[in-house]
């Protein structure tokens, strides 16, 4: 292809004449390249080479195949909680495994735990429990402690002000001093706690209600507290998810004394269900609605699963 060729000739090898002379052909001057070979494979950051062979001469060239770049996939944030560590978000390449953008880590925050409470004071045991609540994730921490005596019932000062416990639906007659006469009684909020005119105060929801009792210029307030779920927060008024995955709900309930047992219900099982821990699972493609109630307190959250 390159180099010029000759015809065949001969001469005498004792004097040297020519008895037939060689005639030049020149060089054809291309070459008959095949389809080429891979000699090196590309990857994400080095270039690969293809050779070429010469059907004729076997020459070869070859040509630089650019490196293919890396592709890149995202690592998704993972949320920290009270007692796991999470991560920021991430990247790296699916080919080779290089890492782009790395994850770091961050730590668990720990509890925020409430005041410790008393839940169970059942008279047949020696010990109570009492719980403490974590203000972020709700979670509940119970311990036993050792009983103590029950306290003498508190006799009502009309000077002072007195704070009163009651539980939901049930009634407790406040009684201000005898010589009081025609005493009159009001309540701050009759959603929590309503009074009749002869002192009777009913426990309706839960939360603070302020009872005011008053006889001419003397008055006294009284503070009634009914336990119970006051607030539902923490929940998505929406969330989407696929067929077969998983969703948790973690409410987070505002509550005066002791918050109610929380509940779930699915409005369609076939489309999603939901466990008595909050664990909704997608069943087939559609939307259904998950009601979570706390005492008298609900909320709704929709599902749409993919």
Same mark, same amino acid.
């Given at each position: ?183 009159? !009684?009001? +309540?701050? #909020? *009759? /959603?929590? &706690?309503? $009074?009749? =005119? @002869? %002192? ?63 509940? !779930?219900? +699915?409005? #369609? *099982? /076939?489309? &999603?269900? $939901?466990? =008595? @821990? %909050? ?28």
């Amino acid at each position: 292809c390159e180099e010029a060729g000759k015809t065949e000739g001969s001469h005498c090898s004792v004097c040297g004449e020519v008895i037939v002379p060689q005639s030049i052909i020149p060089a054809t001057g291309k070459h008959s390249w095949d389809g080429g070979k891979v000699t090196k494979t590309a990857t994400c950051v080095e270039n690969g080479i293809t050779t070429y062979t010469c059907a004729k001469c076997g020459t070869t060239r070859t040509e630089e195949i650019k490196a293919l770049g890396h592709t890149i996939v995202i690592d998704p944030a993972v949320e920290v909680t009270c007692e796991e560590a999470g991560k920021t978000e991430g990247s790296h390449c699916s080919v080779c495994g290089e890492v782009i953008k790395a994850q770091e880590v961050i730590s668990a925050t720990g509890h925020s735990w409430g005041e410790w409470k008393v839940i169970d004071e059942s008279t047949s045991s020696k010990e109570v429990v009492r719980q403490r609540v974590c203000k972020v994730c709700g979670m509940h921490d119970d311990e036993m402690i050792p009983k103590l005596s029950p306290a003498p019932t508190p006799t009502v000062d009309p000077i002072n002000p007195s704070t009163v416990t009651i539980t939901k639906g049930k009634t407790t007659i406040l009684k201000p001093d005898s010589s009081w006469k025609n005493v009159k !009684y009001s +309540s701050s #909020n *009759k /959603k929590v &706690a309503t $009074v009749d =005119k @002869k %002192g009777k105060v009913k426990a309706a929801a839960a939360g603070i209600a302020k009872i005011t009792v008053k006889s001419g210029s003397e008055s006294i307030v009284y503070t009634i507290t009914v336990p119970g779920t006051t607030a539902i927060k923490g929940i998505k008024s929406s969330v989407s998810i696929k067929k077969g995955k998983r969703y948790t709900l973690k409410p987070k309930l505002s509550y005066t004394e002791k918050a109610d047992k929380v509940t !779930y219900k +699915s409005s #369609n *099982k /076939k489309i &999603a269900t $939901v466990s =008595k @821990k %909050g664990v909704i699972k997608g069943k087939k493609k559609g939307t259904a609605t998950i009601t979570i109630k706390s005492g008298k307190i609900t909320k709704k959250c929709k599902v749409k699963v993919k």
